[in-house]
């Protein structure tokens, strides 16, 4: 069912999972707010957690499964440090957020298809709608909300947020 | 802990006392437009202005007064919800003179409070100007001036994370009411005869939701309040959960009363983290002073509330899908009957509003079906909240009596297009709704009218377009969306927009053939027809209302190859002028298809059918010598 990844060897380390059951209760339905509270730590969802959770919660792998599909806020894949989300929204679509996206991808030379750098540093994904139409074009880096964007603002930001990494 | 109705009075009255001793109060907007252009910084930076000149200063409301050392009044410095002028942020609001400053930096700070706090005096380079003109106070700038804000009254006037404001303004007065001078009937004959329709876009009557609801024998019933809000350009649920979150709470609570439920929920997407902060702010003072919980001010009733965060599925905006994701499960909906009424969240009869219908009920409660009736048409009385974007002048969060036209909230609210760019269209009701054109100018917007001209509420998101939007790229844009978020449950919804979507592509492209849009048109009227829930079938409407109100621009792309807005970037012809071209190369080297040849130093030249028009070799030209031709 699940692709194994072979380069993540590391075993998981449990313990994380069970701090969130034990602070949103073991109960079948709060298995979204689960996942969500082990992706905020994790920042994806490791494929360790699905039979363990099947068994802590009486209900199938596959259901699970079928829920961390389902949802897009939910990533199989480890994501970025930094997950740059570009707002193609109506409002953000009609005030040019596409060429921002163009810029990004190929700044830090991502494609449709492979959304995160190999260092694991920047991913880029496009969201519905932020709900901040009157900034538009706008972004956000890790939830922080960037107005009225333009692609050459996109690159700068880049820049800095390399230099912060350097500086980290 | 309040423990009955006369501690709710007393402690009403305490607060509104001490609002009164904050005579001046700095309202710094902290909706999330304001906060991304800094605003919690000159929040932070007003305090510690004030308290370098000793001005008392307080952030919450005191009980011991603040100016107990006999000192001078203090001014409240206060995080408000958003003030809906978000292309002027951020925004700071001065009470009493009610003068409203735009584009506040750090730097305006001192200014302000020098000038403002300590003289009474307005900056006036900071307030809103429009052709010369400066208008001072908040009331007279002509994005206010025509408004009519009710549901969103309270949004930018008070602390939105301070439930003692909230009572200082009467907060929970209508729930205290309904709890114990009405009995369920009366409040749900109250909310009938108001005529109350549905603010998630589809207009179902609230009351008529509500009695059948109330008249299920089940023990169990749930509250639910969709805080989805997924449509693309809306953003007033977001604006009312992050500025006023009590408002909402308390007509839930009002629901809860009327039909006999003592748990709720609210659904909010997780794209609104602040959103979801302040309501679980609000959820915990509620519960605090004893409002939320069992025997609520030592009654029998008895009402907790959960708050759920979306994972990303737009299809969760639809009641039994919303349902299925609180329960822990992929959002799909299902097949109704039965309906959500009868059957809703863990299969027990659910009341499901959405935010702006749960804002309307308080003021109902306490001001009456009458008064309430007597607001816009008969038949969709009360007011709308739009988000208005695009391109326009004002953008930002409005409200207006529902009936009002087309033209008075583009042109009177919005300012008119920006950079006096000419009106084209205007997309009303996100992927679920229609454009409307200058021919509907005059038209009122209410739940009736709109759809008689093809479009819907929807969510209210109002996405005002000029002449350089292509109409079938906006069509296209859309498919692409219900595309991306059909659940795949139902084959009409799944299939069909995928086929219509890769119609819409290729026309975008120049590969639209004959018979194309009578194609778009049939497979509409199926998915119309067949699909599962409201997504599918709605999802054809921004196709068949461009279609039928831009046929002239699909035609061109069909036919003539050609796209009149000068927008989709496949139609465009890139030349190169042979008298400009110095023959400099620059422009072969950057071309990725080896389109552009030549001999240095003569003009060169550009192969059309190789060239995949990606601009590269326009910005390389320092002669000007490449032209791209619409």
Redesign the interface.
């Known amino acids: 069912m699940l692709q194994r990844r072979s380069h993540l060897s590391t075993t998981f380390d449990l313990s994380i999972v069970n701090e969130i059951i034990d602070s949103l209760g073991c109960k079948p339905s709060a298995i979204i707010a689960i996942l969500q509270g082990v992706q905020e730590r994790c920042r994806y969802l490791p494929e360790e957690i699905f039979p363990y959770l099947s068994e802590k919660l009486g209900v199938s792998e596959a259901s699970i499964y079928s829920v961390a599909t389902f949802y897009e806020n939910f990533s199989l894949e480890p994501k970025g440090k930094y997950v740059i989300k570009i707002c193609d929204g109506t409002a953000c679509h009609v005030r040019k957020s596409i060429p921002i996206l163009e810029k990004l991808r190929k700044e830090l030379k991502l494609t449709e298809k492979k959304s995160t750098t190999d260092d694991l540093m920047f991913t880029v994904e496009t969201v519905s709608c932020l709900g901040a139409c009157g900034l538009a074009p706008v972004i956000t880096v890790n939830d922080k909300v960037y107005p009225a964007m333009t692609p050459d603002k996109a690159e700068l930001l880049l820049r800095e947020l390399r230099e912060e990494k350097k500086d980290a | 802990m309040l423990n009955n109705r006369e501690e709710l009075k007393a402690c009403r009255d305490t607060y509104e006392k001490l609002l009164t001793v904050e005579k001046k109060r700095i309202l710094v907007c902290a909706g999330?437009?304001c906060?991304?252009?800094g605003s919690l910084e000159i929040f932070d930076r007003l305090i510690a202005l004030l308290e370098e000149r000793n001005i008392p200063c307080s952030v919450e409301l005191q009980e011991d007064g603040c100016n107990g050392d006999g000192s001078a009044d203090p001014v409240g410095v206060k995080k408000s919800g958003c003030h809906g002028f978000?292309?002027m942020?951020p925004l700071l609001l001065i009470e009493p003179q009610g003068y409203l400053y735009t584009k506040v930096s750090l730097d305006d700070c001192e200014e302000i409070i020098e000038k403002t706090i300590v003289g009474g005096e307005c900056c006036e380079r900071l307030a809103y100007q429009k052709d010369g003109k400066i208008y001072a106070r908040q009331e007279e700038i002509p994005f206010y001036e025509k408004q009519t804000r009710l549901v969103l009254e309270h949004c930018g006037h008070i602390d939105a994370t301070s439930i003692k404001e909230y009572f200082a303004i009467g907060g929970y007065e209508a729930f205290e009411k309904a709890l114990f001078d009405m009995s369920g009937e009366e409040i749900i004959q109250e909310i009938t005869d108001s005529n109350l329709r549905g603010r998630g876009g589809g207009g179902f009557p609230a009351g008529r939701k509500w009695t059948q609801v109330r008249s299920q024998k089940t023990e169990q019933k749930y509250i639910v309040c969709n805080g989805d809000?997924?449509?693309?350009?809306?953003?007033m649920d977001?604006s009312i959960m992050e500025g006023d979150p009590h408002r909402m709470i308390e007509g839930m609570m009002i629901a809860a009363l009327a039909c006999g439920a003592s748990e709720g929920y609210i659904y909010v997407r997780?794209?609104?983290?602040l959103a979801v902060s302040r309501l679980e702010t609000a959820i915990r003072q509620a519960t605090e002073y004893g409002l939320l919980g069992d025997r609520i001010l030592g009654t029998e009733f008895s009402f907790i509330l959960h708050i759920?965060?979306?994972?990303?599925?737009?299809v969760c905006g639809e009641g039994s899908a919303l349902t299925a994701?609180?329960?822990?499960?992929?959002?799909?909906p299902r097949v109704k009957p039965p309906r959500t009424v009868e059957q809703g969240l863990f299969d027990k009869p659910t009341v499901l509003n959405n935010v702006e219908t749960f804002a309307n009920v308080p003021l109902i409660i306490s001001q009456g079906a009458e008064w309430y009736r007597g607001i816009g048409p008969e038949n969709s009385p009360g007011t709308k909240a739009f988000?208005m974007?695009?391109?326009i002048e004002n953008?930002?969060?409005i409200e207006v009596p529902m009936g009002t036209t087309l033209k008075e909230v583009i042109f009177d609210v919005g300012g008119g297009m920006r950079g006096g760019d000419q009106f084209k269209a205007v997309?009303i009701g996100?992927p679920s709704g229609g454009c409307l054109t200058t021919d509907h100018l005059d038209l009122p917007l209410d739940f009736d009218s709109l759809k008689k001209a093809g479009a819907m509420i929807g969510s209210g998101?109002l996405?005002v377009?000029d002449s350089s939007?292509c109409m079938v790229e906006?069509a296209r844009?859309?498919m692409n969306?219900t595309q991306?978020?059909s659940?795949g449950k139902c084959v009409p919804c799944r299939e069909g927009t995928k086929r219509m979507l890769a119609i819409l592509e290729n026309i975008v492209e120049g590969k639209g053939e004959e018979g194309d849009i009578e194609l778009l048109l049939e497979l509409a009227d199926t998915i119309s027809q067949t699909a599962l829930c409201g997504l599918g079938k709605t999802a054809a409407l921004p196709v068949i209302s461009t279609i039928k109100n831009f046929r002239e621009e699909y035609e061109a792309h069909i036919y003539e190859k050609r796209c009149p807005a000068g927008n989709c970037q496949k139609l465009k012809i890139i030349k190169i002028l042979p008298d400009l071209c110095k023959g400099c190369s620059k422009c072969a080297k950057v071309c990725p298809v080896g389109a552009i040849r030549g001999m240095v130093k003569k003009p060169f030249v550009l192969d059309v059918s190789k060239c995949i028009k990606c601009g590269a070799c326009l910005d390389q030209c320092p002669f000007g010598a490449i032209e791209e031709v619409v």
């Open positions: 999330t437009g906060v991304s252009s978000c292309e942020g809000e997924g449509d693309p350009g809306a953003f977001r997780a794209e609104y983290p759920c965060r979306g994972a990303g599925a737009f994701s609180i329960e822990g499960k992929r959002g799909m988000a974007t695009g391109n953008t930002g969060l997309q996100g998101g996405v377009l939007t906006i844009y859309f969306f991306n978020e659940c």
